[in-house]
């Protein structure tokens, strides 16, 4: 395939910018970290968000290939071997400059480095680490970079690029292995979790590093780090097992953690699939985010199923919440879903749908409740059940004081209490509350699916009106007594 | 009623609250007014005096007796766009003055509330800012920012764009309150008002940023998903009052709104 690498920089931006823009990931987020005297940058552990796109998203990380080229044929994937594209890849140097300058002018947060495979695995992943070692140390940029571990390079390499960046990240793409093997040929389960049991086991090894140097606070120090290269990392590819030993450069290995995307609705997978492994993942590979990603056809290819109504928006948009109570909320996942309810409820949130297949837990009495209690009522987050605890202590709590703390009445009235009363008369029962929940719930919903088209109530396809018109009703129609 | 008048800045409502909690009328028979206020009958208007000692005198009891967090939000209490923010301020000070530390997660007391509700206000707006803030390079490789913000958070943004660009001059100029944090490279950063014609002369002039600007619009045209589009939630997430500041913007049909200048 012919690369063309005497381009316009616009228009290698623009190509390889459009390349990268099905990849979810594009949080700036893990890691804080003050600026330093003679760099450019620094890092903050919620991100900063700098942009938002047409589609609504954020922009906060510069987000390219390195090069569209592949010899994957994955078949859900812009870049793949087989589709007729424009093949074009940045310089180490192009690269550096764009960031470098979109950075001084706080257009963007960092970089996200991402990358087709050119001719190898271990091929690409230098040219990233090239890109990498260039920008830390020539340009002394101290932002943030996310960059993709590329399945299948040497471990050795892995680890160089860790040390550089700031999060990394492997796609499992398919939630299972029949899926990957469907749409994935070149990708196998096992190439793709090797490389994160490896950023994993650095990590853990840093911290446990930490612990016995008694040293606080981040960054090895200089001096205490010995220099460990690619020839002395102890690399055992039966068993996955590699630990780095110490920081090449005085930097901490993967200080942000790392993450991983699934697409959802390319494969016949459902919700209960995917949560259980985006579960697996938290708790065996302690990701610190997995991304899930509406499918988009890009490639007419019949492998690819045709989902009516565009990309499963709403789908997403529930995983998501469902992602939220798995780390923050502390649900596991058998209890949102099971085998036999394998999909999330169109109309309610995950958080509703459970609270009302669980009526025997509440109401819950806001003053007395613990903490863990008052995060499972719908309605309430981490901040207002943070808050009502802080708040309770000097004070009896009503139901005006929680609307100042933040906390969703529309919702949280059903399942509350204050000093044993509830806001409104209310009877405990699924139907009941469910046919509430759903007035409010329902037009976000119908929202999310139908965010582009409008279109006129009809009397007759919306309320059912199917009884034949009679003779009286025209009579009583011409004179108006109806 | 006695009535006491301070100006906009921090220290000034300082100054405000000291004048009005030493002048032993009680507190009920006080309040702190912006000037320019109406009017009102039967009361008493006095103008506070700004000296840096009163300003000292009342930061040192807050930060003393009270916490260092508390201070921190009244500071940023301060700071908001309210325009009856001292005379919360004095209201909490009461609160926090008479049940100590903690008071300020008592969210259910409306005086503990305001301050909560000015605090959240301006974080978010100062979250907003640190992103949507847009640098442009003039002569000589100075970064100009212009900011709009509704609360007075460029105190807040030049501290976050010392740390970060230390090796950078820069100018962010509040295009409102006529403001200005210059930063010189590998120095401090100085508050300077800017309301003076040579100023006025000096940020209008055109630069040739033109390369990197077309760069970026580039970047964001192509980075959004046709089939996801979704005008609201790109409104949700980035109203469309930053968006005259931000050049990826520049041109489009709904951002007609000019820079108050």
């Not at chain 1, 989902?307 to 469902?322: K, M, V």
């Not at chain 1, 004070?395 to 919702?411: H, M, P, T, W, Y």
């Not at chain 1, 009363?421 to 509430?436: F, G, H, K, V």
Request: proline residues 4%; positive net charge.
């Amino acid at each position: 395939m012919l690369l063309q690498e005497t381009m316009e920089l616009q228009e290698k931006l623009r190509i390889l910018s459009d390349a990268a823009k099905y990849d979810v990931a594009c949080t700036s987020s893990g890691v804080t970290r003050g600026g330093k005297k003679d760099g450019l940058g620094n890092t903050f552990a919620s991100g900063i968000c700098h942009s938002f796109s047409a589609d609504g998203r954020c922009i906060s990380l510069l987000k390219i290939l390195f090069t569209n080229q592949c010899i994957q044929d994955c078949k859900y994937c812009i870049n793949r071997r087989s589709n007729d594209v424009v093949r074009t890849a940045f310089t180490p140097e192009e690269v550096c400059t764009l960031t470098m300058e979109f950075y001084r002018r706080n257009y963007i947060e960092g970089l996200f480095l991402s990358s087709g495979i050119l001719h190898s695995p271990n091929y690409t992943m230098e040219l990233i680490y090239q890109t990498l070692y260039r920008l830390r140390n020539e340009c002394h940029f101290n932002g943030y970079i996310h960059v993709k571990a590329i399945p299948g390079a040497d471990a050795g390499l892995v680890e160089q690029v860790g040390f550089l960046a700031d999060r990394m990240s492997v796609n499992l793409e398919l939630p299972t292995a029949a899926g990957l093997a469907a749409l994935a040929p070149g990708k196998t389960r096992e190439k793709i979790l090797a490389p994160m049991r490896q950023v994993q086991r650095g990590i853990a090894a840093q911290n446990v590093r930490y612990l016995e140097s008694g040293e606080k606070g981040y960054g090895l120090r200089q001096g205490t780090s010995s220099r460990i290269g690619m020839a002395n990392s102890v690399s055992h590819p039966g068993r996955n097992v590699w630990l780095p030993e110490s920081g090449r450069t005085g930097r901490n290995f993967v200080p942000a953690g790392q993450s991983t995307q699934m697409i959802v609705g390319a494969t016949p997978e459902n919700d209960y699939q995917m949560i259980r492994v985006a579960e697996a993942l938290y708790q065996n590979y302690d990701l610190k985010r997995v991304f899930y990603s509406a499918f988009v056809r890009i490639n007419d290819d019949s492998a690819l199923p045709v989902l009516a109504g565009g990309p499963p928006l709403l789908r997403e948009h529930r995983l998501y919440q469902a992602d939220w109570l798995l780390r923050f909320y502390g649900f596991r996942a058998e209890e949102l879903l099971s085998e036999k309810k394998p999909n999330f409820n169109v109309l309610l949130d995950p958080k509703c749908d459970w609270a009302l297949r669980h009526l025997e837990q509440f109401p819950v009495e806001i003053n007395r409740a613990d903490y863990h209690t008052l995060l499972r009522v719908p309605g309430l987050g981490v901040n207002s059940a943070r808050r009502i605890v802080a708040a309770r202590r000097g004070a009896v709590l009503n139901f005006a004081d929680l609307k100042k703390l933040g906390v969703v009445l529309k919702r949280a009235l059903y399942f509350i209490t204050c000093s044993g009363r509830t806001m409104y008369p209310i009877r405990l029962d699924e139907n009941y509350i469910t046919s509430q929940l759903i007035g409010t719930e329902h037009q976000k919903s119908w929202e999310l699916e139908h965010h582009a088209s409008y279109r006129q109530l009809s009397l007759f396809d919306d309320y059912h009106i199917a009884a034949p018109v009679t003779s009286a009703d025209r009579e009583s129609v011409r004179t108006g007594t109806l | 009623m006695t009535i006491f008048l301070c100006g906009e800045e921090v220290e000034e409502i300082w100054c405000g609250i000291y004048d009005a909690w030493m002048s032993r009328l009680g507190h009920e028979q006080v309040r702190l007014e912006p000037a320019g206020c109406n009017l009102d009958l039967f009361c008493e208007y006095r103008q506070v005096i700004t000296t840096p000692e009163k300003a000292a005198k009342v930061t040192d009891s807050i930060r003393t007796r009270l916490s260092e967090s508390c201070y921190e939000q009244i500071y940023k209490a301060a700071l908001s766009q309210d325009p009856f923010r001292g005379d919360k301020i004095y209201r909490f000070l009461i609160l926090a003055f008479a049940l100590g530390n903690g008071v300020q997660n008592r969210l259910q007391l409306p005086a503990v509330y305001e301050i909560f509700q000015m605090n959240r206000n301006l974080t978010r707006e100062y979250d907003h800012m640190r992103g949507f803030t847009r640098f442009f390079q003039m002569q000589e490789g100075i970064l100009l920012g212009k900011i709009g913000p509704k609360n007075d958070i460029i105190t807040l943004l030049a501290a976050h764009f010392a740390d970060r660009m230390p090796q950078e001059n820069w100018i962010l100029y509040d295009c409102g309150r006529k403001k200005a944090a210059v930063h010189q490279a590998g120095r401090g950063w100085v508050l300077v008002r800017a309301d003076s014609a040579l100023w006025e002369e000096r940020l209008s002039r055109e630069t040739d940023e033109a390369v990197f600007e077309t760069l970026w619009k580039t970047f964001h045209s192509s980075i959004a998903i046709a089939q996801r589009r979704n005008p609201r939630c790109q409104m949700n997430m980035l109203p469309l009052r930053f968006r005259p500041y931000m050049v990826e913007f520049e041109g489009t049909p709904e951002n007609r709104a000019k820079i108050s200048e």
